[in-house]
């Protein structure tokens, strides 16, 4: 075995967060896509990445991504203080705007549909059809483009072959006081139509959670006091999530594929606004359809895909009139992406283009023509050369050209060095860039804000985004231990706020406010990754994150990014088919207003877990999530929508077929 397939093998189980505690070593080398648009093992790929595996996934209940990815290092949930408890995905204290979300390669996103509390994308493919995620934490804008500033998450889904297979998932929550739970269903099947030639894929999950309304007491708004008990600290959720697809092998070295999509979140709850309480009733509707054509050629591999993406949003809670009321807004993407990489000699080569057009109707906030599309296009070009026995070089870049913001090089480089069979060294530096959304750039968009105490207009002044990001990091490896320790810095210039101290107009006696680019921000840090087998069927994991972040203009730290997170998790395999675990998380203190002085204190949680396998085909699960049942108990922090989910019994079920 190779000096890098030995680390390979062995520091996976520090990337990966195993399920199974006798699994930490693990027996095959993890191989990755998303890091170079080709296959590269985990230690071999020139970025800091890990991967969830479906074993993994199939441990423990969760459906939406962000559930499932929360233990990784460095990757944080931000709540939207807008909304009842919604949770988007923070790679490395970098907004969750930033965090590119992938299904097998293919961008879904309804940044211009949702103006706020947007982690619909998060719950759009059932977890029952996912192989693995793999999520990078660190820039890919000179693979993957705009808003891949903070890192990304792909999506890998499972592939057909000849025999047909079927699984079924069932899980159910029960909150421990009593208000209500939440369930689970998904089903997968998949097999072939024509033995070798024509594969079909089908999968359908369904959830639902109760709202829950945990607050006593009174609260004073414009409108007088209303009783906190009408208030959902968590929101009443229904999702439906359907994805299909056909996979037709024309022959060894060509084969299209056709994958469809379609997901339907309904939310309800209470939120607490300036004048009260206010209903929030919000339904997300989304349909993709995608082609995807993979060759293999004497020269080289290729991929050409065309996909359509689209999403129906109908919100009460962000109409700019007083009065309730529904209304849609429509969001169509349709892009044409393509690769292909040669191999000479020490260099692989990957060159590609893609082209992306958006539009947008919303003519209720769109107050003029409803209608705002953008065009955008790019071309890239990356070389992975191994110039030497333990070296590897990755350098490339990508332009992007906007509608409105015309060209933008973003350049990256990146060595791997496996200094011998036990280290392994990395590093990098790159550059990103993120265009401003639709609605951030129209002024034809009014849109209600300030928990309903004004409304925002956007800005067609403003810059876009960039970065600057540079990284490094050393694995050490030995039989039954293994460590990780990284740095991290981003740069990032332009970034875009909401400017609250400078109205630019008023209506219906509500000030209106506009967007601006904020002059630098600086997001630092160190990771840290460990695990230990302890004896042969107990495990010890656990990672550390310190984020330092500092807004250069107003020198005060970023808001809703904590300064420390940590988790250790040991797990005991009992017998082959029996294993438990016990997890402890930490999240530091949170500053979530810097002009209010209001800050979410640091909390401990700890979750308990079992799994058991009656035969190899039927496996059940049984758990406690937040043992100490810890909450939030100061009023400004809970009437912003930040929750702790409360202490929750559950079971589920997975039965193969």
């Not at 706020?116 to 693979?143: C, Y």
């Not at 060159?351 to 955008?376: F, H, I, K």
């Not at 877990?609 to 009023?635: C, K, M, P, W």
């Amino acid at each position: 075995m190779s000096t890098r397939t030995k680390v390979s093998t062995a520091i996976l189980a520090v990337l990966s967060s195993s399920a199974y505690a006798n699994e930490a070593i693990e027996t095959d080398e993890q191989m990755v896509v998303t890091a170079t648009h080709t296959e590269t093992s985990v230690i071999e790929a020139p970025a800091t990445i890990s991967v969830i595996t479906e074993e993994e996934l199939m441990a423990e209940p969760g459906t939406a991504l962000n559930d499932l990815v929360k233990n990784i290092a460095g990757v944080e949930s931000q709540v939207d203080g807008g909304r009842a408890g919604r949770e988007m995905i923070s790679i490395r204290g970098m907004d969750s705007k930033f965090t590119m979300i992938l299904i097998n390669g293919r961008k879904i996103s309804s940044s211009n549909a949702i103006f706020r509390g947007n982690d619909f994308d998060l719950s759009t493919i059932p977890k029952e059809s996912i192989q693995r995620i793999e999520v990078i934490r660190g820039p890919m804008s000179a693979l993957y483009g705009s808003e891949a500033l903070g890192g990304v998450i792909n999506v890998i889904t499972k592939k057909p072959d000849n025999e047909w297979r079927t699984q079924f998932n069932a899980d159910y929550g029960y909150r421990d006081d009593d208000d209500g739970g939440e369930y689970s269903t998904g089903l997968y099947t998949s097999g072939a139509l024509i033995d070798d030639t024509l594969f079909m894929s089908f999968s359908v999950s369904q959830s639902a959670r109760d709202a829950w309304n945990p607050y006593t007491g009174t609260a004073t708004g414009s409108n007088g006091d209303y009783d906190r008990s009408e208030a959902t600290a968590l929101e009443e959720r229904d999702t439906l999530a359907v994805t299909g697809g056909l996979l037709w092998y024309i022959n060894q070295d060509h084969d299209l594929s056709f994958d469809f999509t379609y997901s339907d979140d309904d939310r309800e709850g209470i939120i607490e606004s300036t004048s009260g309480l206010t209903e929030s009733d919000q339904r997300v509707k989304r349909d993709t359809q995608a082609i995807t054509y993979n060759g293999v050629w004497d020269w080289g591999d290729s991929l050409l895909r065309y996909n359509r993406d689209a999403v129906v949003s109908k919100d009460n809670y962000n109409s700019k009139n007083t009065t309730l009321g529904y209304y849609d807004i429509d969001e169509v993407n349709h892009s044409v992406d393509g690769h292909a990489t040669t191999y000479w000699g020490d260099h692989t080569v990957t060159s590609g283009a893609d082209w992306n057009y958006s539009e947008l109707n919303n003519p209720d906030s769109l107050t003029e023509t409803g209608t705002a599309s953008v065009n955008q296009y790019a071309l890239f070009v990356q070389d992975q050369w191994a110039f030497a026995d333990d070296y590897t070089f990755t350098y490339g870049t990508r332009v992007d050209m906007h509608d409105d913001f015309g060209a933008h090089w973003s350049p990256r480089a990146y060595l791997v060095n496996n200094f011998s069979d036990k280290i392994t060294i990395k590093g990098g530096v790159g550059t990103a860039f993120n265009a401003p959304t639709l609605l951030q750039l129209s002024e034809e968009n009014i849109i209600n804000s300030c928990k309903g105490s004004c409304q925002v207009v956007g800005n067609p002044d403003l810059d876009p985004e960039t970065s600057v990001s540079y990284e490094a990091s050393v694995a050490y490896v030995e039989t039954n231990w293994q460590i990780e320790t990284g740095v991290f810095r981003n740069e990032i210039k332009n970034l875009i706020d909401q400017d609250r101290d400078n109205p630019v107009g008023s209506i219906n006696g509500q000030d209106i406010y506009t967007y601006k680019n904020i002059d630098e921000a600086v997001i630092q840090g160190f990771e840290f990754t460990a695990s230990y087998e302890i004896i042969e069927s107990v495990n010890l994991r656990g990672n550390y994150t310190f984020l330092d972040t500092e807004d250069k203009t107003t020198n005060e730290s970023l808001e809703d990014r904590p300064d420390h997170a940590a988790m250790a998790r040991l797990g005991w395999a009992v017998n082959n088919d029996l294993d438990t675990f016990v997890r402890v998380n930490y999240t530091g203190e949170t500053i979530i207003s810097n002009d209010d002085n209001v800050s979410r204190p640091s909390y401990v949680t700890a979750d308990l877990g079992v799994n058991y396998s009656i035969h190899q085909q039927f496996r059940l699960r049984a758990g406690l999530n937040n043992l100490t049942d810890e909450r939030f108990d100061e009023v400004e922090v809970t009437s912003r929508g930040y929750a702790i989910d409360p202490r929750t019994w559950y079971v589920g079920m997975t039965a193969d077929f």
